[in-house]
């Protein structure tokens, strides 16, 4: 009986000393990270249904003639680090050939790829369906926005703008 008695004492203090049970939430608990969470997601597939791509890059005004001192910068940063990947022309190698991509794509999801390439990836359907294409990421080359827009208008360029 001493025995049984003792075992019982035992379970009562490991039944009580245990892990508490995660609580319910309440009607009052703050919201607040699943709220935020939730706007920011909203945000993102908003900016992606207007076109403009994911990122910071929400308005681009574009300039007719084209800003011929951006072109050259544009140029060579195309030599530097996209060439390997993309051609000039619409043959595609390891990404797609830039041949009127400027008349396919907005100027601003053009240059929110070029800056924000993982988040396109991950959650812009048009960057997705080009990954499903050409079956290879593209790098992060760790473009800024002011480069970005160098490469654009060394795009519009290559398109034909004036």
């Known amino acids: 009986m001493?025995?049984?008695?003792s075992i019982l004492i035992i379970s009562v203090l490991f039944i009580?000393?245990?892990?508490?049970?995660p609580k319910e939430k309440t009607e009052n608990e703050d919201?607040?990270?699943e709220s935020i969470h939730d706007e920011a997601k909203n945000a993102i597939a908003e900016n992606a249904n207007e076109g403009k791509g994911i990122g910071q890059v929400k308005e681009v005004k574009l300039n007719t003639p084209l800003e011929q001192e951006?072109?050259?910068r544009g140029l060579a940063i195309y030599e530097m680090k996209c060439?390997?990947?993309?051609?000039?022309?619409?043959?595609?190698?390891?990404?797609?050939g830039w041949k009127n991509v400027?008349?396919?794509r907005k100027p601003e999801w053009i240059m929110n790829m070029v800056t924000n390439v993982d988040m396109m990836l991950e959650k812009d359907p048009e960057a997705q369906k080009l990954l499903e294409l050409c079956l290879m990421r593209m790098p992060n080359q760790n473009v800024s926005i002011g480069d970005a827009r160098d490469i654009l208008?060394?795009?519009?360029?290559n398109?034909?703008?004036?």
């Open 2 to 5: 001493k025995k049984l008695f």
């Open 16 to 21: 009580g000393c245990g892990p508490e049970k």
């Open 31 to 33: 919201d607040s990270y």
């Open 70 to 72: 951006r072109i050259p």
């Open 83 to 96: 060439q390997a990947c993309h051609k000039l022309d619409d043959q595609r190698v390891v990404g797609p």
């Open 102 to 104: 400027t008349k396919r």
């Open 153 to 157: 208008e060394f795009m519009r360029q």
């Open 159 to 162: 398109d034909g703008e004036k």
